[in-house]
C-alpha cells in the first residue's frame, strides 16, 4: 500500500498511468463528499475504499486532476480527484467489466468573422456561466447598478 501523503502527486500519477497500461486493478482509499437521506451532498468528506478498474486520467476544467474508473463492487463508473487519494494498492488482477462507451466529440460551429456582434453572441454561448447575459447601454440616471 502506498500513502500519497509521503509521495509526490507525480509518483502517484505514474503509478496510476502504469496500471491504466497494463489494466491493474487498483483498491483505493479516498475522501468524498457524504450524501444524506435523499441523495443531496452534504459537503462533509469522509474516507471510502474501492477497487476501481482505471480508463481514464484527466484535467478538469478548474485544474484538478481526476480519473474515472469502474467500480468493482457496484459495476457503475465513479471518478475521484487524486488529491483525495489517501492510499491505493495497484493489483495483478485484470480487468473484468466494461467501461461505458467513450462520447463523440462534435466540432463546434466556426466563429462568424464578418460581424463583431455575432461574434460576441457566439463567444458567449461557448461560456455556460454567461449565456443569458444581453448586453445594454448604461445610462448615468440608471441606479439599479449603483454599488
Given at each position: 500500500m ?33 450524501k444524506?437521506?435523499a ?11 474501492r ?24 459495476g ?18 485484470a ?9 463523440k ?23 455556460q ?14 441606479t439599479?447598478?449603483?454599488?
Amino acid at each position: 500500500m502506498k500513502h500519497t501523503a509521503t509521495q509526490t502527486t507525480t509518483k502517484t500519477l505514474a503509478d496510476l498511468y502504469r496500471a491504466l497500461d497494463h489494466q491493474h486493478v487498483i483498491t483505493v482509499s479516498f475522501l468524498k463528499e457524504e450524501k444524506d437521506d435523499a441523495g443531496k451532498k452534504t459537503g462533509r468528506l469522509v474516507e471510502t475504499v474501492r477497487s476501481l478498474e482505471l480508463y481514464e486520467i484527466r484535467t478538469t476544467r478548474d485544474g484538478r486532476i481526476v480519473f474515472e474508473a469502474m467500480d468493482r463492487a457496484t459495476g457503475e463508473p465513479r471518478t475521484v480527484r487524486v488529491d483525495h487519494v489517501l492510499s491505493y494498492t495497484v493489483h495483478r488482477m485484470a480487468y473484468v467489466l466494461d467501461r461505458p462507451a467513450p462520447t463523440k466529440y462534435v466540432r463546434p460551429a466556426p466563429a462568424p468573422t464578418a460581424d463583431a456582434q455575432a461574434l460576441f453572441f457566439y463567444e458567449l454561448a461557448r461560456d455556460q456561466d454567461d449565456a443569458d447575459y444581453t448586453p445594454r447601454k448604461l445610462i448615468q440616471s440608471d441606479t439599479d447598478l449603483a454599488a
